[in-house]
Each structure stands twice: as C-alpha cells, then as structure tokens.
C-alpha cells in the first residue's frame, strides 16, 4: 500500500504526552519523518520547544532548517487544560493556558510558514477540542483557548490559501480521549472512576476516544488525501456535539 507521508518532514510540538506520541507514530507509519518538539526533559523529543515561548520557536526553526531544509507539516498539538469556572479562574492561571493553548498555536502558525513555503504540499493541523465548540461551566480558560485555535486555523488556511506552495490548515476537535489529561481532570474529583464512567457515559458511542483514532484523522489532514480541505474542523467526539 502507498504510505501518505513518505518523507514528508512533520515538526509535532507536545510530542511527549499522549496524543503527541500516538501522532508521531502514527505519521512514522505512513512514511513520514517526524520532529518531536516538547518541553525540555520530556522523553524522545528532537527538540526543545516551550510553545510559548517566541525564542525557542526561532531556534526550533533554526534547527529544522538546517537538518531538513523544509517542513512539509506542522502539528501543532501541545496543550494544557484547565478547570475552574469564569470566578475561580485567576487571571494568572487564565494567562498561563491561554499562553499554551493560544499563544503557542499562533506562534507556531508564524513561525513555521516560511520553512512550510519550501515544502511539498504543507499541511498545518491544529489541536482544538470540542471545548472550542461548545462551553463547560468549568472550562472557562479553556473554552476560550480551543476557540481561539478554531478561528486561528480559518485565518491561517486564508492565508495559506494566498501563497505558492499553498499551505493547508485545518483544526482538529476530539471530545475526551484515554489520555493522561482525562486522568488528570477525573484525579482531580472527589470519585475519579466515577468521573470517567460519566465522561464516557455522555458519549452517543459510550466511550472515550482511542488515541491513534486522533492520530489517524491528523495523518489524513497533513496528506494529501485531504487536499482540498482548508479552513474546517473535523470533529471527532463520538457523536458529543451533533445533539
Ligand atoms: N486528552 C483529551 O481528552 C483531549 C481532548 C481534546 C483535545 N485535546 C488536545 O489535544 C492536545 C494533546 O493532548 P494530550 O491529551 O496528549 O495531553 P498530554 O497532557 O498527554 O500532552 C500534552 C503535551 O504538551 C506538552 N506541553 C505542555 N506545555 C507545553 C509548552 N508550553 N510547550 C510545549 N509543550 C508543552 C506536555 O509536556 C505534554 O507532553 C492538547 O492540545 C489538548 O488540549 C485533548
């Protein structure tokens, strides 16, 4: 079978933590090469790369350009989550995702372009969530954040849209997913199996998302099976928002 990524080069930032891994590997099996960025320490990553941070982003360009040359996609994945609703918030705890999950995507988008213009039909893929479809009484700075990457993504696929190569962008909106967050929301409750028994339970297909499920609908999107798709959301949530 023709694999959809052959030596594509495809830069993941939290590349560590459970998507990012299920999507880096997920692009190695389609014949990709992938860059794993994630936070200084965190295991198996290529490069060191705090999202939020503007100079580590230059550097992380640096290097990419001189090992490969180009990029031919860039996932921009890392996120955090937070819970709390408008008034337990603070305002420093507001700044510190909006800086990740906002700031970091936006970040990525600029600086990667001029390295994607060199690439062979680039792709950007964008981690939203349905948090950034619809809102949770508890997920103020996060709603807000993953709506943010949602309307990002549209202004960067039209301006993708404008240059040679033409450069895609699309986001991607899963619901819960087994993952070390989902851990990390239901250990925060008083009844952390409980917790996750509702989560799944508020599913129409009764469960979670399986990681390479996420992953195989990104390697779709930086392919070029997906080349006429720009601009959109592909919601992966187990039916979630279609009521
Ligand atoms: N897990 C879910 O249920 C779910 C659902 C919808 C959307 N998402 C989104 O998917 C993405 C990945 O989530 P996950 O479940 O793999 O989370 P995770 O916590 O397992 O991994 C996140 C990774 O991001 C890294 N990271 C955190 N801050 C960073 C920073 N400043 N710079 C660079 N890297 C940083 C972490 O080190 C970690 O490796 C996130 O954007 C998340 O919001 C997750």
Redesign the pocket.
């Known amino acids: 079978m023709p694999r959809r990524l052959d030596g594509a080069i495809i830069l993941v ?10 999507i880096s590997a997920a692009i190695e099996a389609d014949g990709g090469v992938v860059v794993r ?3 200084a320490g ?1 295991p198996g990553t290529d490069v060191a ?5 503007e100079d ?1 982003w230059t550097a992380a360009m640096t290097a990419v350009s001189s090992r490969h040359g180009r990029l031919d996609g860039l996932v ?6 937070s819970l709390g609703d408008v008034e337990q918030t603070t305002f420093a705890e507001w700044r510190r995702v909006m ?3 906002a700031d ?1 995507v936006f970040l990525g988008c600029k600086y990667a372009m001029p390295l994607l213009a060199l690439g062979t039909r680039p792709s950007i893929v964008n ?6 479809l619809v809102g949770g009484a508890n997920l103020a700075a ?1 709603n807000a ?2 709506g943010a ?1 949602r309307l990002l993504t549209k202004s960067v696929a039209l301006a993708g849209a404008r240059k040679t190569p033409q450069v895609r962008c699309n986001s ?11 851990e ?2 239901a250990g925060a409750t008083r009844d952390p199996a409980r917790s996750k028994e509702r989560m799944a339970g508020d599913i129409p297909l009764g469960r ?2 399986r ?1 390479p499920e ?1 992953a195989e609908a990104v390697v779709w999107l930086l392919s070029d099976a997906s080349s006429f798709m720009t601009g959109s959301e592909l919601v992966l949530d187990g039916g979630l928002v279609a009521r």
Do not use: C, Q, W
Not at 49 to 53: A, E, G, M, P, Q
């Open positions: 930032t939290g590349a560590a933590g459970t998507l990012g891994s299920a960025s994630d936070l965190r790369l705090d999202v939020t941070r580590d921009n994945n890392a996120g955090v989550v800086a990740v999950n970091g981690l939203s969530s349905v948090s950034g996060y954040s993953k990457v991607v909106h899963p619901a819960f997913v087994e993952s070390d967050m989902v990390g929301i979670m998302a990681p996420i």
